[in-house]
């Protein structure tokens, strides 16, 4: 394959082919693109980015530190330990390594400061007296812990690095599962409404697929460890991902197709929802949910 400049291709996309050069420059311009056209990040703004040292938060935080840095705008790296043996801490190094090169402040919460215990040791009695994956229990306590992290340093907006490929599973997830309001909260702009407790969620590479990020890692030479969670087998994601993949082999764009038919029924369901879910106060901790405890704090007296 050939570029339309007359190079070898390193990418075939819907967009064609594209040389090395272009395929790096196409999804640094897509990601602005986004920035841009959803305001994602503005002047004023201190920016926080959720990494994790894996290929989509490298990704992410690389391009968006670029951003900010030409438009004067503060940013900061926040990451999450779980407690994961043979894997979270690979990553973390990768990342800290990462942030050191580029010179980027880095900050790192663990489950274990949190909640008094990591993810392996809540994971066992999770899954057998409460039938909790541990998926659900970290996505609970993780974006918690981001929450309150980013809040406490200041943060105005909280990056994370979920692409085309994440969404158009999350989208067809809630579909399966009936849950529709959820779909509400999705697209670039994560949630229904404002509300100062909670530090806005944004999505840069949210018209990234995975394959581009996983190709933008290695011609960037960026440092990873394209290992994946040990725990992700156990969860409805991994079901909905396989097949999603196992389409978009069969059916070249497939996955863009959802997004945008997601995205065209977006603002019906923004519309329906919004406003139907009251927000209260956690009596225990004082965060915003939708109940007199919210879901982390119930978790951390069940697992305790």
């Avoid at 229990?137 to 994440?166: M, P, Q, W």
């Avoid at 994946?228 to 969860?235: F, M, R, T």
Wanted: positive net charge; contains cysteine; hydrophobic residues 35%.
């Amino acid at each position: 394959m050939e570029c339309a400049c007359g190079k070898k291709a390193v990418y075939k996309g819907q967009g064609g082919a594209l040389c090395q050069t272009h395929f790096l420059d196409s999804v640094e311009k897509k990601v602005e693109r986004t920035i841009h056209e959803y305001g994602l990040i503005k002047k004023g703004d201190t920016v926080c980015v959720a990494a994790s040292g894996g290929k989509d938060s490298l990704v992410v935080l690389f391009l968006v530190n670029n951003y900010c840095s030409s438009h004067d705008i503060p940013l900061f790296a926040l990451a999450v330990d779980e407690g994961i043996e043979g894997y979270r801490e690979h990553t973390l190094t990768d990342l800290k390594t990462f942030c050191e090169k580029g010179k980027i402040a880095l900050h790192v919460v663990s489950f274990k400061e949190s909640y008094g215990k990591t993810l392996d040791e809540i994971h066992e009695k999770a899954l057998k007296q409460f039938n909790k994956k541990p998926c659900t229990v970290c996505g609970v306590f993780r974006r918690t812990s981001l929450n309150r992290k980013a809040k406490e340093l200041g943060a105005t907006k909280l990056i994370t690095g979920h692409n085309l490929d994440d969404e158009s599973q999350s989208f067809l997830m809630n579909v399966l599962l009936g849950n529709m309001s959820h779909n509400a909260s999705l697209g670039p702009v994560t949630g229904l409404s404002d509300n100062e407790s909670f530090v806005p969620r944004v999505k840069p590479l949210y018209f990234v697929t995975e394959k581009e990020t996983r190709l933008y890692c290695f011609l960037k030479g960026f440092k990873i460890d394209f290992a994946e969670c040990p725990n992700v087998h156990l969860s409805f994601r991994s079901r909905v991902r396989d097949w999603l993949n196992q389409m978009e082999s069969e059916f070249p764009g497939v996955k863009n197709s959802v997004v945008n038919a997601f995205l065209s029924i977006l603002p019906d369901l923004k519309s329906k929802y919004k406003g139907k879910k009251e927000f209260k106060t956690c009596e225990r901790c004082g965060d915003p949910c939708s109940g007199d405890v919210c879901n982390a704090c119930k978790l951390e007296e069940q697992l305790s």
